[in-house]
Nanobody
Framework: QVQLVESGGGLVQAGGSLRLSCAAS????????MGWFRQAPGKERDFVAA????????YYANFVKGRFTISRDNAKSTIYLQMNSLEPEDTAVYYC???????????????????WGQGAQVTVSS
């Protein structure tokens, strides 16, 4: 059972930046593909970004538009989401998710992941 804990959320003005972290309890963290999703009130959970188990391949939602960067540090069992040029529309709870690399990985689909963190609130004021 992988436990994921997000941190780094908060309140920021439009145009500002935040970096989210997601720390995993699993010592074999490097065997997991990872993703970030977000959910705004009253909306579905949307894909934001994903990174493969080695950190070689990254994937982004169209709305990211080059503003966000996903990365990982397998030595620290942690992934990151650097978010720049934040907009009020980015306000949401952000979740990290994990799935073993041996499984079929539809990186943009929430049901492709087996483990989820508790979420981190990001609020962008205008």
């Amino acid at each position: 059972q992988v436990q994921l804990v997000e941190s780094g959320g908060g309140l920021v003005q439009a145009g500002g930046s935040l970096r989210l972290s997601c720390a995993a309890s699993e010592r074999t963290f490097s065997t997991y593909n990872m993703g970030w999703f977000r959910q705004a009130p009253g909306k579905e959970r949307d894909f934001v970004a994903a990174i493969d188990w080695r950190g070689y391949s990254t994937y982004y939602a169209n709305f990211v538009k080059g503003r966000f960067t996903i990365s990982r540090d397998n030595a620290k069992s942690t992934i990151y989401l650097q978010m720049n040029s934040l907009e009020p529309e980015d306000t949401a709870v952000y979740y990290c998710a994990a799935v073993l690399r041996f499984k079929t990985w539809a990186y943009g689909r929430a049901n492709a992941y087996d483990y989820w963190g508790q979420g981190a609130q990001v609020t962008v004021s205008s």
